[in-house]
């Protein structure tokens, strides 16, 4: 694909235009709503580390809001999908519930293998967002409606299957990916004051160092390759430095632990999978052109219809893995699992950055959202904050975020 | 300088906006009891110089003075400039389709008398508005029902509700056609003749020519000067020279067509209302287009144009559509937009806004939006290469923005118009349907979009132009057909097309329906 457009290009006005002044190839353009999420995230657990005198960064503490957080987090990549699309998903926690429970019956009252247990809860969340994509895309009924007959549907499911009694517990392997750690495979290494730590998840955060250092840089040379201009070097050198401290911060600490969480391998793997396949696939391209204008996507050939089927069968398969894990977690699948997790991860993703009319979002962000909620639930009761609090603080965060964005919005109005 | 006879002076006002510097140093003096029109390319600061004058851009966050009435005045927002009479009607009307005419008229002016509201006092008020702008509905009647233009007039009841001193129009009939148009010029002549002065921002320079007392002209952010119309001998041409700052010879770029064999043909093409049961909207219409011809397609709003395009174009409008489609000779069948765009149609939406763009995404992304395909591999999108080809119509097409990163909500409608051609272009189609082309742009940009479609004429391909102005058929069209009550009721060639042929064609049809 060397050269695509000139020939047409060329139909087109023969005389480029002179350049304009302030006609630089590419304006950095600083975008508040999309960086100052980072930033909130930042400050927020700054503020905590300091209310609880550094217990926040605590090794094990790190641990635990991942591990905690992680099927909230797995719901909000599906979640901001739906939401950039313009659908909203109110069923994700009843079917994570009723995932959670097909898997328990499949495992310990069947007695099926793990692995194809596993495989065919993915399947069941797949029907479920199939059923659901067909009255959303193919029916017309708007996603509020659907999912919110959903939330009770999957729930009365759940009921039926688990017959108000808690199935556990389960095999060994899946509690292991729920709640496990990866094993020291190369043992212990000495960090001076900071004791000992797990080789193996230290080799493992450096190979992820090395990787972005060498994604990034890539990126920077292909850019510079099509003549469009990049962030200078310091700058990009800066931002590399700052993650890769983050990232390396991170990692000690959980190697200091118990080691690497096999969710947050997980994570890792669907956060990278969905970040590229938003960004970069067809599809992903497709779900802001159907958010952002409906009209102007089915006018420009995309199967609109299609598109929104497939994301909700997406979500479903999303909360099937939720729920796997979350039951794991528990080591037993009751009724009552998931329970307003739906609210979890719509704020999640409102307060990540996506916009109530879609179109806009990223799955970073939608990750970063929900770790400010794991966070603010994770610190406030660090401090011993009771609840009535944190919902409290929750609910000024979610409104805060999304007013913070209307107000970037309206302020861009106003300067046209 | 403020004379007697001044109802408005506006005194060096300079508005800027990060970056840009909207308005400079602008004057504006408005008659009292004139009509006062502004011209000036689209991006010249007519709508910032208006939103100034209303309050939408309130006191403070510009340099410079507004004098109304002998009174200086700083208004924080549209209720305090409204309540010295002074009334904006944009052109995005702001009615609530799902209340009544009455209601609309009163909104925010409630007619009440101890916290509720009177009906009959509101119904009585209203029915009196409309009969003084001319509009023959029940009050009652929901905004819904109403076609544009006789929406605009409940506008300008409602205007007139708030006793109005100053009535500022912006492109009023951009949205109508002739015969509304010409209802509405008239309502404002009545208007003027009852002492209520208006400002009309107009694209149509034979409308300023009609109605406009003096004009004054803008060209980027500056007052250019004040004419009037009578005594300064004001022609079309002139106005034109003033807002491009230049002379345009012609409107329309010389063109030598070389047309060659046939590439779309449509027969006996019959298409019905999805909305409303059994109406035929087109019917048995039958066209062709062959390479290298600019082919026009007249006729009044309603007429069926959009539809025709539209259900041809992968069954994007209408049901139980029949008939054939031929391409090269082929016959093909659409019942996909995708299937359209894999036979080489395009279609370019009259509605860029609603239907065309995606205004929150930047330029890039629009460009590439329909012909995605082509920049992927395996379903994975060469986002560099999105990016140069991008770049490369944003210079070819002249697209006057920082960057193909730039956001295509905040362009000009011209250079929106062009990213849209663009996205088409990049599909590399062989037949190009451009519904109304050149609407709400200005007269520089049109001169832009009709050396594209020469240029894409030139490189072999077939284009189908829909527009409801005449001229710029005639002036852009090697044939041109003429629709009526979705009836092809015509086909004329260049050399014997005149704007009151074309225009009996475009009403015969309906003697012959009824």
Redesign the interface.
């Given at each position: 694909?060397t050269s695509?457009?000139?020939t047409?290009?060329?139909?087109?006005?023969?005389?480029?235009?002179a350049s304009?002044p302030?006609?630089?190839?590419?304006?950095f353009?600083f975008n508040l709503r999309q960086s100052g999420i980072y930033i909130a995230f930042a400050l927020i657990v700054a503020l905590f580390t300091v209310l609880t005198g550094g217990d926040m960064l605590a090794p094990q503490n790190i641990s635990n809001i991942v591990v905690q957080n992680s099927y909230i987090l797995i719901l909000a990549i599906g979640m901001i999908m739906v939401i950039i699309a313009g659908h909203i998903d109110l069923s994700v926690g009843s079917v994570v519930a009723a995932s959670g429970a097909f898997a328990a019956v499949m495992m310990v009252d069947w007695g099926l293998p793990w692995p194809l247990a596993l495989l065919i809860t993915l399947i069941f969340g797949g029907l479920i967002g199939a059923w659901q994509g067909y009255w959303i895309a193919y029916f017309g009924i708007p996603a509020f409606i659907v999912t919110l007959a959903g939330m009770l549907l999957f729930r009365a499911v759940t009921l039926l299957i688990l017959g108000n009694r808690g199935i556990g517990p389960f095999p060994d392997e899946v509690r292991t990916l729920a709640n496990g750690f990866t094993d020291g495979y190369l043992g212990n290494i000495g960090l001076g004051a900071l004791g000992g730590a797990d080789l193996f998840s230290i080799l493992v955060g450096l190979v992820a160092v090395g990787a972005i250092v060498l994604t990034q840089w890539r990126t920077r040379k292909?850019?510079q390759?099509?003549l469009?201009a990049v962030e200078p070097l310091s700058l990009f050198i800066a931002k590399i430095a700052i993650a890769a401290v983050i990232l390396m911060f991170v990692i000690v600490q959980l190697a200091r632990f118990r080691n690497l969480p096999w969710v947050l391998v997980l994570l890792a793997a669907l956060v990278i999978g969905y970040s590229v396949l938003t960004?970069?696939?067809?599809?992903g391209?497709?779900i802001?052109?159907v958010g952002?204008?409906l009209?102007?996507?089915?006018?420009?050939?995309?199967?609109v219809k299609s598109v929104v089927f497939w994301l909700f069968v997406n979500m479903g398969v999303l909360a099937a893995v939720a729920g796997i894990i979350f039951a794991g977690r528990l080591n037993q699948a009751n009724p009552t699992a998931g329970n307003a997790f739906e609210l979890d991860a719509i704020a999640a993703a409102f307060i990540g950055g996506a916009?109530v009319q879609g179109?806009?979002g990223k799955v970073v962000g939608a990750i970063t959202g929900g770790l400010i909620m794991g966070v603010i639930n994770n610190g406030m009761s660090l401090i011993g904050a009771p609840s009535e609090q944190v919902m409290l603080v929750k609910g000024a965060v979610l409104l805060a975020a999304v007013a913070f964005d209307v107000w970037t919005k309206r302020r861009a109005g106003a300067?046209? | 300088m403020t004379g007697a006879d001044t109802i408005l002076h506006m005194q060096g006002i300079t508005k800027t906006f990060p970056g840009v510097k909207a308005l400079q140093d602008v004057n504006l003096d408005v008659r009292r009891g004139e009509i006062h029109a502004i011209c000036g390319e689209n991006g010249a600061g007519k709508s910032t110089l208006m939103k100034v004058l209303s309050g939408v851009y309130p006191h403070g966050s510009y340099d410079g003075e507004i004098i109304f009435d002998g009174e200086p005045c700083r208004f924080s927002g549209i209720r305090d400039s409204e309540s010295r009479g002074i009334v904006i009607i944009h052109q995005e009307l702001a009615l609530a389709p799902n209340l009544s005419i009455a209601e609309n008229i009163f909104l925010g002016n409630e007619q009440a008398s101890r916290g509720l509201i009177d009906w009959n006092k509101t119904n009585a008020a209203a029915a009196e508005l409309l009969r003084r702008v001319g509009l023959r509905e029940n009050p009652t009647t929901q905004v819904l029902d109403l076609g544009v233009g006789k929406q605009q007039l409940v506008e300008i009841a409602k205007a007139v509700s708030k006793r109005v001193r100053l009535l500022i129009l912006d492109e009023p009939t951009a949205a109508l056609n002739d015969e509304d148009s010409e209802h509405l010029l008239d309502l404002l002549r009545g208007l003027r003749d009852e002492g209520i002065t208006c400002v009309i921002i107009s694209h149509k320079l034979n409308e300023v020519m009609a109605i406009a007392d003096r004009v004054t002209i803008l060209r980027d952010g500056r007052t250019i000067s004040t004419l009037s119309i009578v005594e300064d001998e004001v022609t079309e041409d002139r106005i034109i020279s003033g807002m491009v700052g230049r002379d345009l010879d012609h409107r329309f770029p010389p063109h030598e067509p070389q047309i060659g064999e046939e590439v779309l043909r449509i027969e006996d093409w019959t298409v019905h209302s999805p909305t409303q049961h059994g109406r035929v909207v087109v019917q048995g219409a039958n066209l062709s287009v062959r390479r290298g011809e600019i082919v026009g397609l007249a006729g009044l709003m309603g007429a069926g144009r959009t539809e025709l395009a539209m259900s041809v174009f992968g069954r994007s409008y209408g049901t139980d559509i029949s008939g054939r489609v031929f391409k090269d000779g082929q016959e093909i069948h659409l019942r996909s937009v995708r299937e359209a765009i894999d036979h080489g149609i395009a279609y370019a939406t009259e509605d860029r806004k609603r239907y065309g763009l995606n205004l929150i995404e930047d330029i890039k992304r629009n460009v590439s939006a329909a012909g995605l395909r082509k920049l992927a591999k395996g379903g994975w999108v060469d986002d560099n290469e999105e990016f140069k080809v991008a770049d490369e119509y944003r210079q070819s097409m002249n697209i006057k923005a920082p960057s193909v990163a730039s956001i295509t909500g905040k362009l000009s409608g011209g250079n929106q118009q062009k990213v849209v051609l663009s996205k088409w272009i990049f599909t590399d189609p062989d037949v190009l349907i451009l519904d109304e082309p050149t609407r709400g742009i200005d007269v520089g940009a049109k001169y832009e979009i009709y050396t594209i479609i020469n240029r894409l004429a030139d490189a072999g391909k077939g284009v189908l132009v829909i527009s409801s102005e005449l001229p710029e058929l005639l002036g852009l069209c090697d044939r041109i057909y003429t629709l009526s009550e979705g009836r092809i009721t015509g086909e004329v060639s260049r050399a014997d097309a005149t704007q009151e042929g074309l225009m009996t064609l475009m009403t015969i049809g309906q003697e012959v329906a009824r």
């Open positions: 694909m695509v457009a000139p047409n290009a060329d139909l087109a006005l023969g005389t480029p235009s304009q302030g006609d630089s190839p590419r304006r353009n292909a850019r390759n099509y469009q960004n970069r696939a067809v599809f391209r497709q802001y052109a952002g204008n009209q102007a996507a089915t006018l420009s050939g995309v199967k916009a179109g806009v300067s046209r | -």
